[in-house]
């Protein structure tokens, strides 16, 4: 499956963005899906996934309660609404998609796509 990130943008601190991770080329709805960032001279990291059929999604720490997962398999996109956005989730954000498994590791998604930047001023 092919992936395509969109949405990103600048917005102040407080605002909202939403990401948007389109695919084509397989099924969409038999992967799980996952989003991950990664800020300037730092590792990529997970932020949120959910599960082939979304009836599992999961959050790091630093974005429960601000971020929401969701999925419309219909327009083959899976989605990220971010509220509350604070400066610290500036970062490029990159959506990955898992056939089998999972789970926060990167090594569990085996198709990504490019990135959307995603800048929060203070």
């Known amino acids: 499956v092919q992936l395509q990130a969109s949405g990103g943008g600048l917005v102040q601190a407080g605002g909202s963005l939403r990401l948007s991770c389109a695919g084509s080329?397989?099924?969409?709805?038999?992967?799980?899906v996952g989003w991950f960032r990664q800020a300037p001279g730092k590792g990529r990291k997970f932020v949120a996934g959910i599960s082939w059929s979304g009836g599992s999604t999961f959050y790091t720490d630093s974005v429960k309660g601000r971020f929401t997962i969701s999925r419309d398999d219909a327009k083959n996109t899976v989605y990220l609404q971010m509220n509350s956005l604070k400066p610290e989730d500036t970062a490029v954000y990159y959506c990955?998609?898992?056939?089998?498994?999972?789970?926060?590791?990167?090594?569990?998604?085996?198709?990504w796509g490019g990135g959307t930047q995603v800048t929060v001023s203070s």
């Open positions: 990955a998609a898992a056939e089998y498994g999972l789970g926060t590791s990167s090594w569990t998604y085996g198709n």
């Open positions: 080329g397989r099924t969409f709805s038999n992967y799980a």
